[in-house]
């Protein structure tokens, strides 16, 4: 749902205008799921993206300050990664330019394990906003809406993972966890690293996803320099490349507890979620 703002950026008269929470990245794998949930708790929700009717455009810093009047609170997303090259630069100049307009509480999603995403961490801290860091392990909806959902529809995943291992984490758990501290005063100042409930190699995503479908999803090792070469013929950029090789150095081959810490609750398994997605015919080909 979006809200017509206030005039007046820095002052929020909750007499008269409900306060607005903006979620960038609102159409994203999290960003819509925790929109849905705030304004099913009757919160007042600024869709921040590109396609919306205030645009919000990280490169061009002229689209920031209609996308932030009224705004009370915002959940921070950045594209395409925070630990690509200047992202931590422009989470430092947004985060700045929001607390300067009348925003004082940003929760950020980063990742765990990625130092360069840190940096961002750091910079948002120094804001001057009520801050909370959502960390997050790698998605299982990167299996079926993003980087991965193509492989697994022609049957193959081809990666330089190794027999790595992962603690997958569902995107509905991050929403779940990213509305609760958006509205509970109790998380201001924390950092929750979350993780799924097992560690995965990607060889077991590829047999919990045959399972699912019912067809072979088969797991192919190939190098690094491979796997970037593929994603440099493909136009894509070969930073991904980097991030998949943070799963290699087992930095994040345990499991972390801030979905329970958050919610009080076990969070979701991978072979839940594939089931459901499967049902769904999101790998129906």
Do not use: C
Request: hydrophobic letters at 40%; proline letters at 6%.
């Amino acid at each position: 749902m979006t809200q017509n703002a206030q005039t007046t950026p820095t002052a929020h008269d909750t007499q008269s205008t409900p306060p607005i929470t903006l979620v960038l990245g609102g159409t994203g794998k999290t960003g819509r799921r925790v929109a849905a949930r705030l304004t099913a708790q009757g919160h007042t929700v600024r869709i921040g993206s590109r396609s919306a009717d205030r645009p919000f455009v990280w490169e061009d810093p002229a689209t920031w300050p209609a996308v932030l009047e009224g705004v009370a609170a915002a959940y921070v997303t950045y594209s395409p990664d925070l630990g690509f090259p200047g992202a931590a630069e422009t989470i430092d100049e947004f985060s700045r330019f929001a607390v300067a307009h009348g925003v004082r509480r940003l929760v950020l999603l980063s990742a765990r394990g990625e130092e360069r995403a840190h940096v961002s961490e750091d910079r948002l801290k120094a804001s001057g906003a009520d801050w909370t860091i959502v960390r997050a392990s790698w998605f299982h909806q990167n299996f079926s809406e993003d980087f991965f959902l193509e492989p697994v529809l022609a049957g193959e995943l081809v990666l330089p993972t190794g027999e790595a291992v992962e603690p997958f984490v569902d995107a509905d758990d991050i929403a779940d966890v990213v509305t609760a501290v958006l509205t509970d005063p109790r998380h201001i100042g924390k950092t929750y690293e979350l993780s799924g409930p097992r560690l995965l190699s990607f060889r077991d995503a590829a047999a919990e996803l045959s399972k699912a479908t019912g067809r072979q999803i088969n797991y192919v090792p190939v190098t690094l320099d491979d796997f970037r070469a593929g994603l440099e013929a493909a136009g894509a950029p070969t930073e991904f490349a980097d991030l998949l090789s943070l799963i290699t150095d087992g930095r994040n081959a345990h499991l972390v507890t801030g979905v329970e810490e958050v919610l009080g609750r076990k969070p979701r398994d991978f072979a839940d979620f594939a089931r459901e997605a499967a049902a769904a015919g999101v790998w129906d080909v």
